[in-house]
Structure formats: C-alpha cells, structure tokens
T-cell receptor, first 114, second 113 residues
Framework: DGGITQSPKYLFRKEGQNVTLSCEQN?????MYWYRQDPGQGLRLIYY???????QKGDIAEGYSVSREKKESFPLTVTSAQKNPTAFYLC?????????????FGPGTRLTVT | AQSVTQLGSHVSVSEGALVLLRCNYS??????LFWYVQYPNQGLQLLLK??????LVKGINGFEAEFKKSETSFHLTKPSAHMSDAAEYFC???????????FGPGTSLSVIP
C-alpha cells in the first residue's frame, strides 16, 4: 500500500536538545510539506519542498530545519532555538501534476519537550 | 492573496440531522478547493476536492460540497449525521502558484445522540 509514514508517533525530549522527525512516502510524489498543529488550531506551514535538494520556508520556519536528499524522505529537525516546540507535527506530500494538487497526510508525530 | 474562512469554530448537530459546514475562500487565480477531516491524534484525510470539472462534488462518507463562484463559497454538507462524523473539518484552497495549500482554521463537529 502506498502512503506516508511518520515516526515515532510520540516523542519526548528535554529542553535544549535537537530532535529529528522522520517522514517517508512511497507515493512517488515530488512535493512534501511539514505542518505544525497546536491544540484547537489549524495547520501552520513550516517548510516545503517541490523537488529533491530544494526546499522553501513556510510561515513559521524559525527554529526548524529540513533536508531533501531523496525523493521519498523529508526529515524535520526541531532545534533548540525553537521556543515552543511542543506540538503535533504533520507531514504531507502531493503529486502536483495534471491538476492533482491535493495533499496526502501522514499520521503525525506528537512532540513533547519538557 | 489566498485565504479561507470557516464560519463557526464549533458546530453541533443531532444524529440524523443535516450537516452544513461553511467555507468561503479568496483567490486571485482559479482555485482548487478541498475538504479534509481529522480525527483526534490522526492525520488529515481528504474528503473531497473541486478541480473545475463539476460544481457539485461528491466525496467519501456521504459528504458533498458545491462550488459557487459568485459567492466564493464551498460549503460541505451531509444529509444525515452519524456519530462517526464527529471530527475536525478543514477547508483548503490552492496557493497562487499552486505550490501550497492554504488551510482554514477548522470546524469541530459534534454529533448529539
């Protein structure tokens, strides 16, 4: 089955530590996205990538970093510079061809930093 | 600039009643529009999408939405609510260069038995 996997489902870290969230897709999609969701809030775009080895900042990129070395993978690092990292993180991908712009989402990673 | 508003952050309906979730959008280019559903602690699932092929779009789980250009609306409806419909619903529109999707703030749907 094709889809998007995010691991782990729950992640706990101490304040001041960097942490990397995994996102893998086997849908052969060119575009991938990272969103942050806080309780009762909508989705806020952190970073996105349209093609391998290229990515763009979203609305709330400060304190985060990404890489796109492979088409299938788009890991997100939450750095110690992120002031309030505790949140639910969602990864998505999109084909963006032939008018197919819908995004497909992974199950999410809930990060708790204490 | 592209934007989405969803009227009502929380909507309650009785089981078996009509579900109506409102979405209005602003777009400077021909839009693609989407409705997503999110259950607690899960990712978003695509309910339906508008791609200009037809103004009335049918989706999964008995939901449908109608694109009204004159009203810049894309409201989501379901004739009869089921308990399993209780979730968060997000309306979304493509960005100006179609490289992103802009999400609305979401509407939480409660279904009362």
């Amino acid at each position: 089955d094709g889809g998007i996997t995010q691991s782990p489902k729950y992640l706990f870290r101490k304040e001041g530590q960097n942490v990397t969230l995994s996102c893998e897709q086997n849908l052969n999609h060119d575009a991938m996205y990272w969103y942050r969701q806080d309780p009762g809030q909508g989705l806020r775009l952190i970073y996105y990538s349209q093609i391998v080895n290229d990515f763009q900042k979203g609305d709330i990129a400060e304190g985060y970093s990404v890489s796109r070395e492979k088409k299938e993978s788009f890991p997100l690092t939450v750095t110690s510079a992120q002031k309030n990292p505790t949140a639910f993180y969602l990864c998505a991908s999109s084909a963006r061809d032939r008018g197919s712009y819908e995004q497909y989402f992974g199950p999410g990673t809930r990060l708790t930093v204490t | 600039a592209q934007s989405v508003t969803q009227l009502g952050s929380h909507v309650s309906v009785s089981e078996g009643a009509l579900v109506l979730l409102r979405c209005n959008y602003s777009s400077s280019v021909p839009p693609y529009l989407f409705w997503y559903v999110q259950y607690p602690n899960q990712g978003l699932q695509l309910l339906l999408k508008y791609t200009s092929a037809a103004t009335l779009v049918k989706g999964i789980n008995g939901f449908e939405a109608e694109f009204k250009k004159s009203e810049t609306s894309f409201h989501l409806t379901k004739p009869s609510a089921h308990m399993s419909d209780a979730a968060e619903y997000f309306c979304a529109v493509t960005g100006t260069s179609y490289d992103k999707v802009i999400f609305g703030p979401g509407t939480s749907l409660s279904v009362i038995p």
